[in-house]
């Protein structure tokens, strides 16, 4: 039985990790359907079907590339999602002693210690300059 299930896999996608995300949310979606009631409790099960239906094709689909590119894609978006809500936790730790700004010109974060009244501040990214209250 397993060796059959490993013949009929070879050249397949398999499971990845949007296949999770998205086993995740089919789930999240049945939960909310119990949760909010008729009658968005069936639009949320349709829903639910529709995406375990797109999991079930995703892992036994043979265009592996594809696979591979959607997969990516999600990875990176999950990157830059991980990364934001890491640098907005940063800013919210010191947010005491620093005061943040956004550069005018290339938008870089910059920080500079609080309680230091109007003072001129240099951006290291690009080297404009501007006024700002610390
Ligand atoms: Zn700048």
Not at 61 to 89: M, P, T
Not at 94 to 106: H, I, L, N, S, T
Request: proline residues 2%; positive net charge.
């Amino acid at each position: 039985m397993k060796d059959r299930v490993m013949k009929f896999m070879v050249g397949r996608n398999g499971n990845d990790q949007l296949n999770a995300f998205l086993l995740i949310v089919s789930v999240v979606l049945l939960v909310l359907g119990l949760v909010l009631g008729r009658p968005l409790q069936t639009l949320f099960r349709l829903l639910a079907f529709a995406l375990l239906i797109l999991i079930y094709f995703r892992m036994f689909s043979k265009n592996v590339f594809r696979r591979q590119e959607e997969n990516g894609k999600y990875l990176r978006i999950r990157y830059q999602v991980f990364a934001k809500l890491k640098a907005f936790k940063e800013r919210w730790v010191q947010r005491k002693e620093y005061k943040f700004f956004r550069c005018p010109a290339c938008h870089a974060v910059l920080r500079v210690p609080r309680g230091r009244g109007k003072i001129k501040i240099v951006c290291r990214k690009c080297g404009d300059t501007f006024i700002g209250r610390s």
